[in-house]
């Protein structure tokens, strides 16, 4: 009776992780819409921009959740592993978690991808507009000036050229500053998308 209690607990937790990832998926999807809404305007008004930020944190904080809650059930089933108890319920747990982590790492990898995409294209904006003002730069010279936390390192050299308009300008340093912003993001999910994708990895070696 008390297995069967402490199955139902752990099916009704795997449903909201369950959830949780989809949730993720779908919060993935609406960043690749405002992506392209951006990336449409020169110049992207701020509450577009916004809602972007707000969904960035809202996958973090998903993520955070889904990270933290199938580390509880990897604990438990390392646990038992120990003790040397194997049972169809554990056996159960491992399929289940094993399945759980396979998707929260393909949701994130296509997140990750996303970020890499629109890093790209934001790139490609201002590689193009300083073409445009006959500024050409090398790939390698991009990358040095995209790694400047300074958004004006584009137009300062140009600022006097008569070619440049206003609006070149803000666009340069509106997708720079996207650029700074993503990196950041990046960042913050890196550890623990290779924690996730080491864990995936190690679970060929379990017995189901």
């Not at 992780?17 to 992207?44: C, D, M, T, W, Y």
């Not at 707000?54 to 038992?80: C, G, P, Y």
């Not at 978690?97 to 790139?123: G, I, P, W």
Request: aromatic share 6%; proline share 1%; charged share 35%.
């Amino acid at each position: 009776m008390e297995k069967d209690r402490f199955m139902d607990e752990f099916f009704v937790q795997v449903e909201e992780i369950r959830g949780f990832i989809e949730e993720l998926s779908e919060k993935v999807e609406e960043v690749k819409r405002q992506h392209s809404a951006i990336l449409a305007a020169p110049n992207p008004d701020e509450k577009t921009k916004a809602e972007l930020e707000q969904l960035m944190t809202d996958i973090k904080k998903f993520a955070n959740k889904v990270r933290s809650k199938l580390k509880s059930i990897e604990q438990s089933i390392e646990h038992e592993e120990a003790l040397s108890r194997s049972s169809a319920d554990l056996r159960i747990r491992k399929t289940q978690h094993s399945t759980l982590s396979r998707k929260f790492v393909e949701v994130m990898s296509e997140y990750n991808a996303t970020q890499s995409d629109y890093r790209e294209r934001c790139k490609g904006r201002i590689q193009r507009q300083l073409e445009i003002t006959g500024r050409n730069t090398t790939n390698e010279e991009l990358e040095s000036m995209l790694e400047s936390d300074n958004p004006a390192i584009f137009t300062s050299g140009i600022i006097m050229d008569s070619n440049i308009t206003q609006q070149a300008m803000n666009e340069i340093e509106t997708r720079h500053t996207e650029i700074i912003k993503l990196e950041n993001s990046i960042r913050e999910l890196h550890d623990m998308f290779m924690d996730m994708a080491m864990l995936v990895e190690s679970q060929v070696g379990w017995t189901m």
